[in-house]
């Protein structure tokens, strides 16, 4: 049965809610959205729960009317309110996204015990009012089709690996000097040779082995497929990003995809504490120090990880960087990972080029008009 939405305050103009800015926090399922009122005290005006529906996203735009200055913020849940957002922000709202750690904290510290949607919604909005720096939502651009397409390589590069394994015991019990070479199973003219060989033998052992040498090939031709798309998007979209010393394609299509707007991040700091690469101050008595970083986007950890492994193979600035570092009585693993930092700021530099010479393309679809 679907739920009707109610409102338990009565949302009629109230001269106090027109004198400051009045903060709304949403909290998000998949089938309702509860949307909670506060002042500048944290205390509750009104709420209101509507379905999940483009109906109910245009009845939550025809309430929030009633508020001169608003701000929302939601719960960090992009899997459930990305439509959602997308419609208050075409709408012309500002919205920030909360995280569900800090929502958690401010549920609580409250006095009113419980967990419910109206409490967790409310606990949004005072994280909002508490915590000026929160994210700020943002209508999707080329950059997620980047992100979309470099998840899904990486699952069917792990798919592929899962059926190659399992290919590689079958082909050893077929014939133990049927040899494969390594990384064999991701080039077609490999599975050509083994789909002919297997196409001659008989047993039930060699045909499941020759289904998988054909979803190798299925997987392997999307994979390729993928990544000449991938190469045409990052090319347009972030040229400075690939001229970075070892960032190729699919390493800047990572970054890219993760980072998401680097305009969003206020310096080079803040986007390496975003990516792992900054280390956690320590305070020991008067004496401070700094540990490993094991947080932060892995991703994007990773690509920079690798592009410093790469540099340091290959010569060149980044090689001479890690040996002056050695020469400075740091370890292998330290001399890396300042390596990794330098190469951090190189990539929002980058970055920011990229996005500062980037036309902005205007949103293709429009919120309906409210009843």
């Given at each position: 049965?679907r739920?009707?939405?109610?409102?338990?305050?009565?949302?009629?103009?109230?001269?106090?809610?027109?004198?400051?800015?009045?903060v709304?926090?949403?909290?998000s399922r998949?089938?309702?959205h509860?949307?909670?009122?506060v002042?500048?005290?944290?205390?509750?005006?009104?709420?209101?729960?509507?379905?999940?529906?483009?109906?109910?996203?245009r009845?939550?735009?025809?309430?929030?009317?009633q508020?001169?200055?608003?701000k929302?913020?939601?719960?960090?849940?992009?899997?459930l309110?990305?439509?959602?957002?997308?419609?208050?922000?075409?709408?012309?709202?500002?919205v920030?996204?909360?995280?569900t750690?800090l929502?958690?904290?401010?549920?609580?510290s409250?006095?009113?015990?419980?967990?419910?949607?109206?409490?967790?919604?409310?606990a949004?909005?005072r994280?909002?009012?508490?915590?000026?720096?929160?994210?700020?939502?943002?209508?999707d651009?080329?950059?997620?089709?980047?992100?979309?397409?470099?998840d899904?390589?990486?699952?069917?590069?792990?798919?592929?690996?899962?059926?190659?394994?399992?290919?590689?015991?079958?082909l050893?019990?077929?014939d133990p000097?049927?040899?494969?070479?390594?990384?064999?199973?991701?080039?077609?003219?490999?599975?050509?040779?083994?789909?002919?060989?297997l196409a001659?033998?008989?047993?039930?052992?060699?045909?499941i082995?020759?289904?998988?040498?054909?979803?190798?090939?299925?997987?392997?031709k999307?994979?390729?497929?993928?990544?000449v798309?991938l190469?045409?998007?990052?090319?347009?979209?972030?040229?400075?990003?690939?001229?970075?010393?070892?960032c190729?394609?699919?390493?800047?299509?990572?970054?890219?995809g993760?980072?998401?707007?680097?305009?969003?991040?206020?310096?080079?700091?803040?986007?390496?504490?975003?990516?792992?690469?900054?280390?956690?101050?320590?305070?020991?008595?008067?004496?401070?120090?700094?540990?490993?970083?094991r947080?932060?986007?892995?991703?994007i950890?990773?690509?920079?990880?690798m592009?410093?492994?790469?540099?340091?193979?290959?010569g060149?600035?980044?090689?001479?960087?890690?040996?002056?570092?050695?020469a400075?009585?740091?370890?292998?693993?330290?001399?890396?990972?300042?390596?990794?930092?330098?190469?951090s700021d190189?990539?929002?530099?980058a970055?920011?080029?990229?996005?500062?010479?980037?036309?902005?393309?205007?949103?293709?679809?429009?919120l309906?008009?409210a009843?």
């Amino acid at each position: 049965m679907r739920r009707a939405p109610t409102e338990s305050d009565d949302t009629s103009s109230d001269s106090r809610w027109r004198l400051s800015v009045i903060v709304v926090g949403i909290d998000s399922r998949k089938k309702t959205h509860t949307l909670v009122a506060v002042d500048q005290v944290g205390q509750r005006l009104t709420q209101l729960t509507v379905d999940a529906t483009a109906k109910g996203h245009r009845q939550v735009c025809v309430w929030l009317r009633q508020f001169e200055q608003v701000k929302l913020a939601i719960e960090d849940c992009r899997h459930l309110t990305r439509r959602f957002e997308a419609d208050l922000l075409l709408a012309g709202h500002a919205v920030v996204r909360v995280h569900t750690r800090l929502m958690a904290g401010a549920r609580r510290s409250a006095r009113e015990r419980g967990k419910s949607d109206p409490i967790d919604a409310k606990a949004v909005a005072r994280v909002a009012l508490r915590e000026p720096d929160l994210p700020k939502a943002e209508l999707d651009g080329p950059t997620r089709e980047v992100k979309l397409r470099s998840d899904h390589r990486r699952t069917l590069v792990r798919q592929r690996t899962a059926i190659a394994n399992k290919l590689r015991w079958f082909l050893h019990e077929i014939d133990p000097e049927l040899a494969v070479p390594s990384r064999g199973l991701r080039r077609l003219c490999v599975l050509d040779t083994l789909e002919a060989e297997l196409a001659a033998r008989q047993g039930v052992v060699a045909e499941i082995a020759l289904d998988l040498v054909q979803d190798c090939r299925r997987l392997t031709k999307r994979i390729n497929a993928i990544e000449v798309q991938l190469r045409n998007l990052v090319r347009e979209l972030a040229p400075s990003l690939l001229a970075v010393p070892s960032c190729g394609v699919l390493s800047a299509a990572m970054i890219l995809g993760e980072t998401a707007g680097a305009t969003r991040f206020k310096s080079k700091d803040a986007f390496a504490r975003f990516n792992g690469t900054a280390p956690i101050p320590v305070w020991s008595s008067n004496t401070v120090r700094v540990r490993l970083n094991r947080g932060g986007n892995r991703t994007i950890n990773n690509a920079l990880h690798m592009a410093a492994v790469t540099q340091v193979r290959r010569g060149g600035p980044g090689a001479a960087y890690y040996v002056k570092q050695l020469a400075a009585c740091k370890t292998v693993k330290e001399a890396l990972r300042l390596l990794r930092r330098r190469i951090s700021d190189r990539v929002f530099r980058a970055l920011l080029a990229d996005e500062a010479t980037r036309v902005p393309q205007q949103p293709i679809r429009v919120l309906p008009q409210a009843a």
